[in-house]
């Protein structure tokens, strides 16, 4: 008699790492079937009783011989396959910061390699899942670090700009960015958040190019900001601006915002 649990095809979990570095995409081809020799993100099946961050940080271990921590991307649904049968997965997919050098362990996979993210073409990872991770994160991560770090320099050149800091802040809030022929030249970061008064939303890290100003760019990339939070059902958005940038200021004024009589506390944790 057939069991008639087994036929449900509710999906299997999985955890996967995205890791990038110097704008860079891990890869690791897989030295087993299904997709044997094809290349592959790190990661493996959730056993029972775990937590996909769990699963993760152990197939990390045994992989690539590193601790890490890990930042929620997004769920991925998708087939993987066992002796020619097809079933469902769900994979959980965690952008992942590796702590000490890998030693690839080799019993599953054969080597790995480093791909610019922007050249890494989905269609050639394994995993129908994976494919789709790929395509999320090209979306969402691709970006000139370069270009990134001297636009923040301009609004303060003590701050050091971490490559993993700029994906954390897009898996936490919406970046947007003014690209003019292929070069970056101005962004700014809006973060929604829940309060117990309100819906909320902050506006940071907004800058455009010294010589790219006066060109309506921040206006440009201010009200694309207000739209993501109108859409997103923000009552009231906050930013601070040192009082010295001129035309900052007025472009606020024109735009809505009213100075808000408040004391701005600072205070230093580390």
Same mark, same amino acid.
Request: aromatic share 10%; with cysteine; net charge negative.
């Given at each position: 008699?057939?069991?008639? #649990?087994?036929?449900? %095809?509710?999906?299997? *979990? ?5 890791? #990038? ?9 897989? $030295? ?9 993100? +790190? ?5 029972? *009783?775990?937590? +996909? ?15 890490? %921590? ?10 993987? #396959? ?30 790995? @390699? ?14 129908? !899942? ?16 370069? @270009? ?5 320099? @301009? ?9 993993? %800091?700029?994906?954390? !802040? ?21 973060? +929604? ?17 010294? !010589?790219?100003?006066?060109? *309506?760019? *921040? ?38 915002? @009213?100075?808000?009589?408040? $004391? ?7």
């Amino acid at each position: 008699m057939e069991c008639e #649990i087994c036929g449900f %095809n509710n999906p299997k *979990g999985t955890a996967t790492a995205i890791v #990038i570095q110097d704008g860079k995409l891990l890869l690791l081809k897989r $030295n087993e079937e299904p997709y044997k020799d094809q290349w592959d993100l +790190p990661g493996g099946y959730m056993s029972k *009783g775990e937590m +996909p961050e769990e699963t993760l940080r152990k197939e990390l271990k045994e992989e690539l011989g590193v601790d890490c %921590n890990l930042d929620f991307i997004n769920w991925f649904p998708g087939t993987a #396959i066992w002796k020619d049968k097809k079933y469902a997965i769900l994979s959980h997919a965690y952008l992942a910061e590796f702590k000490g050098e890998i030693n690839l362990n080799k019993t599953e996979n054969s080597e790995l @390699q480093w791909v610019p993210l922007q050249e890494v073409d989905p269609n050639t990872i394994a995993f129908d !899942s994976n494919q789709a991770i790929v395509r999320f994160v090209k979306e969402k991560f691709s970006i000139d670090l370069r @270009q990134l770090t001297k636009l923040i320099s @301009q609004l303060d050149s003590s701050t050091e700009v971490r490559e993993i %800091n700029y994906y954390r !802040s897009v898996l936490n809030g919406y970046v947007s960015k003014k690209i003019v022929d292929g070069e970056l030249v101005g962004l700014g970061w809006i973060f +929604p958040r829940r309060t117990l008064s309100r819906k909320q939303a902050v506006v940071e890290d907004m800058i455009v190019d010294d !010589s790219e100003r006066g060109k *309506g760019y *921040g206006k440009e990339i201010l009200l694309d900001l207000l739209l993501l939070a109108k859409e997103n059902g923000v009552e009231m958005i906050e930013l601070t601006i040192l009082s010295h940038r001129i035309a900052a200021n007025e472009l606020y004024k024109k735009v809505g915002f @009213q100075l808000h009589p408040t $004391n701005h506390y600072l205070y230093k944790v580390l």
